[in-house]
């Protein structure tokens, strides 16, 4: 995948509250071109593959039963600079911290329901991109 691309999910409480439209409404809005997306409903096995890097980290389990506590909407997004400019679109993980004007300070509610995920690198956008699409289901 190409490094003007990201990879994103409105995550299950962000749904759950209706936030489907304003979250892609926010992303269309600030330049984000939607490549591939798919609405889906992760098992706590796959949740569990996906976060993987987070395994030794204290939130694993709560995060894996989190995240496939519901559907959520996954997509890859592409613009110049996308990981980073996404990172400051969807603002701070906990929405104590995040910025005005961004998704998890508008969507968040904690730290752990923060409305949506935004990759962290080039390298995990396309990882993370390749988890959830084939080659036939991005544009
Ligand atoms: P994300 O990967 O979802 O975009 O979030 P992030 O980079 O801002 O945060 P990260 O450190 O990668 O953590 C992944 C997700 O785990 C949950 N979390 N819970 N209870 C806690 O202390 C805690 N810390 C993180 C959040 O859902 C976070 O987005
Ligand atoms: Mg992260």
Redesign the pocket.
């Known amino acids: 995948m190409a490094t003007n691309r990201t990879f994103t999910m409105v995550k299950p409480d962000a749904v759950e509250a209706g936030n489907i439209g304003g979250i892609l409404n926010m992303i269309e809005e600030a330049g984000f071109k939607i490549v591939a997306m798919k609405y889906v409903k992760l098992s706590a096995e796959i949740a569990g593959k996906f976060y993987e890097v987070?395994s030794e980290r204290p939130?694993y389990g709560?995060?894996c039963e989190y995240m496939s506590s519901g559907p959520i909407v996954a997509a890859i997004l592409e613009k110049d600079n996308a990981v980073a400019d996404f990172r400051k679109l969807?603002g701070a993980?906990n929405p104590a911290d995040a910025e005005e004007g961004t998704i998890r300070k508008k969507y968040a509610t904690s730290?752990?329901a923060?409305a949506v995920?935004?990759s962290?690198s080039d390298e995990n956008a396309a990882i993370e991109g390749s988890f959830f699409f084939s080659q036939f289901e991005r544009f």
Do not use: K
């Open positions: 987070h939130f709560e995060l969807i993980t730290i752990s923060n995920h935004g962290d």
